[in-house]
């Protein structure tokens, strides 16, 4: 049996019976939002001797720590080939596939993904964000999009004009919640690729829950019906998107963090909010198990 993993950065996630918590609150600032390739590469290497061989589903904190995923995707590289290839399933609120100058960080990494020989396709759930309107177009790496690599799975924004550059076949549109996920599900029916899943809650409307991040428009249901049709080919998983506040020390980083206008968290709200989370981790989890 395996047991999930706790990456304990910011010491958002509550206590889980049986897993394993393993402490790199000193890596949070360097690590947190974004950081320099170099030192994403240095924080891999501690990683690879901290994580043990088998294990659960991975809780990261923040989704300001979503780009640790590629470092786990990563892992199974020894497993999965060109010839044996995986799935990579993110449930988020953003494309997570932005242009990023400065090293890798929470909104740059699935590009990264869609680059390794082992990963087939890459499908976002339920994209809200205007980050894949008209007006940020063209902050999106669009590489992946082309080569039929990733594909969005949005509601609520204007996609049209994808069609007009020729990315209509990357970008999948819904009315509503049900009718995305139930087109996802329709499409990935015969399919059985091994699967990794991803969950940022931020893809969730708030009347479920708060994160750090604005947010979708999902319910839970949404979540767990994905897993319960998807569960038999599931290899690997994480959860991200707690509720935790954070100043950091570094100027560039604060100011970087500023122009995403995260939404202010009253610390009267802090510790009811982070109990909504913990609640849902541990249904995430049962679903996951």
Request: net charge negative; with cysteine; hydrophobic share 40%.
């Amino acid at each position: 049996m395996t047991y999930p993993v706790i990456l304990n950065f910011d010491q958002s996630v509550g206590e889980i019976n049986h897993a394993n918590m393993i402490d790199v609150t000193h890596w949070q600032d360097d690590i947190r939002f974004g950081c320099s390739v170099k030192k994403f590469r240095e924080f891999a290497r501690s990683l690879q001797q901290l994580l043990p061989e088998n294990h659960g589903t991975v809780l990261m904190g923040s989704g300001d720590y979503h780009h640790i995923s590629l470092l786990l995707i990563e892992r199974l590289n020894k497993q999965y080939s060109v010839d044996n290839p995986i799935q990579v399933i993110i449930f988020d609120n953003h494309p997570d596939n932005m242009r990023y100058l400065f090293g890798i960080h929470c909104g740059s990494w699935v590009s990264y993904v869609a680059s390794l020989p082992f990963v087939s396709h890459v499908h976002v759930l339920g994209i809200t964000s205007n980050d894949i309107g008209i007006a940020h177009f063209w902050e999106n790496r669009w590489k992946p999009l082309y080569h039929k690599k990733l594909t969005y799975w949005s509601l609520n924004v204007n996609v049209l004009w994808a069609k007009k550059i020729g990315l209509d076949h990357a970008f999948r549109h819904s009315a509503t919640p049900d009718e995305l996920i139930a087109s996802f599900l329709s499409e990935q029916y015969h399919n059985t690729q091994p699967i990794y899943l991803s969950i940022d809650k931020d893809v969730l409307s708030e009347e479920v829950i708060h994160t750090n991040w604005d947010q979708g428009t999902l319910q839970t249901y949404h979540i767990l019906d994905t897993i319960t049709s998807i569960k038999q080919r599931i290899i690997g998983s994480d959860i991200t998107g707690e509720l935790s506040i954070w100043q950091s020390l570094n100027r560039f980083k604060r100011f970087l963090s500023s122009l995403d206008k995260q939404p202010t968290i009253s610390p009267a709200n802090l510790s009811n909010w982070q109990q909504e989370q913990h609640l849902l981790n541990l249904i995430l989890l049962k679903a996951l198990k």
